[in-house]
């Protein structure tokens, strides 16, 4: 079955410096991999996706993620954090299986302190 | 804005009672997901529709059904509903129901609280 895991529930950076969100996956067959964001009382918005070709993805807002096939990793990562960043963060995968529903990680709450 | 639209966005109600809560698509998406959110759940699927017709069930309880309409705006009727039913329940659409490729765009969810 496919998965996803965020392996941190929460990530901690001061403005200015880089970010990375961790995210793991399991997946039969070719990983079609997403990252949204949900700010408070929002809903999920798509920043990046993973479909094929380069390993390094660039997405909305200055986020990109970086798939790594070795490791089975697609972590998000932005160069220079904003205060305004601080969201809960999403990782999930596409399921080719059965119509393509997403199958979401736990979340990752990203405090972004000034 | 994500295009796609949700109503109500907030519902309270009562253990026993049943609910309806409406989606309307993005202009011309085709494929329509609800999903619901809770603390201990976390993001989980509960079902899609394409063009009209039921094409994957996740983890929707029997009391639990939607449809979609001809116009495409799809309801998801909650009935029976107990307090563990309480959670932020979103709609997502794409423009296509079998290919993998594209997003899915999401509402901005109806809180339900049910006391």
């Known amino acids: 079955a496919q998965s996803v895991a965020q392996p941190e529930d929460q990530v901690n950076v001061a403005e200015g410096n880089p970010l990375t969100v961790k995210c793991t996956y399991s997946?039969?067959?070719?990983?079609?991999l997403f990252w949204y964001v949900q700010y408070p009382n929002r809903g999920l918005q798509f920043l990046l996706k993973y479909i094929t070709g380069d390993n390094l993805v660039k997405g909305s807002y200055g986020f990109e993620a970086e798939f790594n096939k070795s490791q089975t990793s697609f972590h998000l990562k932005k160069p220079s954090a904003l205060v305004s960043d601080s969201a809960l963060y999403f990782c999930?995968?596409?399921?080719?299986?059965?119509?393509?529903?997403?199958?979401f990680g736990q979340g990752t709450e990203l405090s972004v302190k000034p | 804005d994500s295009g796609v639209t949700q109503t109500p966005k907030h519902l309270i109600t009562a253990t026993g009672q049943r609910v309806t809560l409406r989606c309307s698509p993005r202009s011309g998406d085709l494929s329509v997901y609800w999903y619901q959110q809770s603390l201990d759940q976390g993001l989980q699927f509960l079902i899609q529709y394409y063009n009209g017709e039921e094409r994957a069930k996740g983890n929707i309880l029997e009391r639990f059904s939607a449809q979609q309409f001809p116009d495409l705006h799809s309801e998801l009727n909650l009935s029976s509903l107990e307090l563990g039913d309480s959670a932020l329940y979103f709609c997502?659409?794409?423009?296509?129901?079998?290919?993998?490729?594209?997003?899915?765009?999401f509402g901005p969810g109806t809180r339900l609280t049910v006391l």
């Open positions: 999930a995968v596409r399921d080719g299986v059965e119509g393509g529903k997403l199958i």
């Open positions: 997502a659409s794409s423009s296509t129901g079998t290919s993998l490729l594209n997003e899915q765009f």
């Open positions: 997946v039969s067959g070719n990983p079609y």
